[in-house]
Nanobody, 124 residues
Framework: QVQLVESGGGLVQAGGSLRLSCAAS????????MGWFRQTPGKEREFVAA????????YYADSVKGRFTISRDNAKNTVYLQMSSLEPEDTAVYYC?????????????????WGQGTQVTVSS
């Protein structure tokens, strides 16, 4: 059974940085793709970034391009989201998601496995 556990959220001032982690377990993830999404109350879930587990190819939402970096550590079965130059608009619950397909998807419905989420709050 696939399990995803996020960590690393917290409170940070605008302009600061945070690194989120997503520990994945339950199988090998070769050939899968992993994504990060975020959601604030009353808003739609928003795609942030995704990575192909095997090749390491990455894709980003325009709103975070140049500020966020997604990466993975195969040995630790962990995906990271390094967030820099944080803005109050980045405040959200961040979710890790996994998809048993090589090709990256940017809609949440394409990901059958989700973590519990971690809160990121950016103060102005």
């Amino acid at each position: 059974q696939v399990q995803l556990v996020e960590s690393g959220g917290g409170l940070v001032q605008a302009g600061g940085s945070l690194r989120l982690s997503c520990a994945a377990s339950g199988r090998t993830f070769s050939g899968w793709s992993m994504g990060w999404f975020r959601q604030t109350p009353g808003k739609e879930r928003e795609f942030v970034a995704a990575i192909k587990w095997t090749s390491g190819y990455t894709y980003y939402a325009d709103s975070v391009k140049g500020r966020f970096t997604i990466s993975r550590d195969n040995a630790k079965n962990t995906v990271y989201l390094q967030m820099s130059s944080l803005e109050p608009e980045d405040t959200a619950v961040y979710y890790c998601a996994a998809r048993p397909r090589t090709f990256i998807a940017t809609t949440g419905d394409e990901y059958p496995y989700w973590g519990q989420g971690t809160q990121v709050t950016v103060s102005s």
